[in-house]
């Protein structure tokens, strides 16, 4: 059974302010499984957009891990970053929008699971 997905974006937060990254949540969607999307701001106009993976390549022994995959190889100028939540959360207005800012662009996502 996965996370609902508020328990996960508050431990998500935790873990980002313990390692003294600001982050917040924009937008609150669906309390047991709205999608997440985590918006890493570069502070220099940058960011990058992790979004849910797509159930491919979920791995069905563990199927109640929250796995991201970034929206683009690199960094993209935040205006992209914003036009692509504005989509999303058109097709799915129950989504989560999460924030953090960091320049190296740490996401820990990788260490994420839930």
Same mark, same amino acid.
């Given at each position: 059974?996965?996370? %609902?997905?508020?328990?996960?974006? *508050? #431990?998500? $937060?935790?873990?980002?302010? +313990? ?17 997440? !999307?985590? %918006?890493? *701001?570069?502070? @220099?106009? +940058? #960011? ?10 979920? @791995? ?7 796995? !991201?995959?970034? #929206? ?13 939540? *504005? %989509?999303? $959360?058109? !097709? ?11 320049? #190296?662009?740490?996401? !820990?996502? @990788?260490?994420? %699971?839930?």
């Amino acid at each position: 059974m996965r996370l %609902k997905s508020s328990i996960w974006v *508050a #431990a998500y $937060l935790r873990r980002c302010q +313990n390692e003294g990254i600001f982050g917040a949540v924009r937008k609150r969607g669906a309390e047991e499984a709205g999608a997440v !999307f985590v %918006k890493v *701001a570069l502070l @220099d106009g +940058n #960011a990058v957009l992790y979004a849910p993976a797509p159930q491919t390549v979920y @791995d069905e022994s563990r199927p109640a891990e929250r796995l !991201f995959a970034p #929206a683009s190889p690199q960094p993209v100028p935040e205006q992209s970053v914003e036009e692509r939540l *504005a %989509k999303e $959360l058109r !097709f799915d207005p129950d989504a989560w929008i999460v924030e953090t800012e960091d320049r #190296a662009g740490r996401h !820990f996502l @990788d260490l994420a %699971k839930g």
